[in-house]
């Protein structure tokens, strides 16, 4: 699986500013966040929106502050650290303060599957982590970056905000390798959700990380007079 965009982390951070509202607004709607696109902008510049629930204007506030995070911290590990405070950064205000940036301590059930992910344990989470940030075989940032996103989904360490945490720690590693940036179109959602329910009762992501390779990488591949 070959990285789609060789880009500078500059260059994917500038393509990432440029279209932050439109990857906003398709995280939101993945997890389920009725709000339309202009709606989305009007938050994310500050703006008041009417008929919007208060837990919506935070998601997309906290959607905001959490890419913010990521496009601003280069020097910062991909390690459980960072994946807690991403949570924290997502999902503030939106579930207890002793939930954010921790692993989940009651069950939880998943929307079309009777699957249950099991009790997530720190320890395990952080040697899972980082055996699929140094696998034993050579494998390509993109590859590693999805294959990080789904591990994060299927385990659902988290309270709530899972797939929005999954998406930000994926692109927070293709931003800073220049691969490009994973997002999934709302045409796409009812596809990727039925593969996702397949992925999360088999175990098996195979499928699902090609998918999204072909169908779900955002960039833009410059030439060399592009970049003088």
């Known amino acids: 699986m070959e990285n789609k965009f060789n880009l500078t ?60 995070f990521i496009l601003e911290n280069e020097g910062i590990e991909y390690d459980y650290k960072a994946l807690c ?74 309270i709530d905000g899972n797939k929005r945490v999954a998406m930000l720690f994926a692109n927070k590693i293709m931003i800073d390798n220049g691969c490009g940036i994973i997002t999934i179109a709302q045409a796409l959602q009812p596809t990727f959700y039925e593969k996702l329910i397949s992925f999360y009762e088999s175990g098996n992501n195979s499928e699902l990380k090609q998918w999204i390779y072909e169908n779900c990488i955002d960039g833009i591949n410059l030439t060399s007079n592009d970049n003088k």
Not at 121 to 128: H, M
């Open 85 to 158: 405070q991403i949570h924290k950064l997502t999902c503030d205000k939106l579930v207890l303060d002793q939930n954010l940036g921790k692993v989940r301590t009651t069950p939880v059930s998943i929307g079309g599957t009777s699957w249950k992910p099991p009790f997530p344990i720190e320890s395990q989470i952080k040697e899972e982590l980082e055996s699929l940030l140094h696998p034993s075989l050579p494998k390509t940032k993109t590859e590693i970056a999805i294959e990080i996103m789904l591990w994060i989904m299927r385990r659902q360490m988290f």
């Open 9 to 68: 982390r500059e260059q994917n951070v500038f393509i990432a500013k440029r279209n932050i509202v439109d990857y906003i607004w398709k995280s939101a709607n993945l997890e389920g966040i009725s709000i339309t696109y202009p709606e989305t902008q009007a938050i994310y510049d500050g703006g008041i929106v009417n008929g919007l629930t208060v837990d919506n204007i935070i998601a997309i506030n906290n959607l905001k502050y959490a890419w913010q």
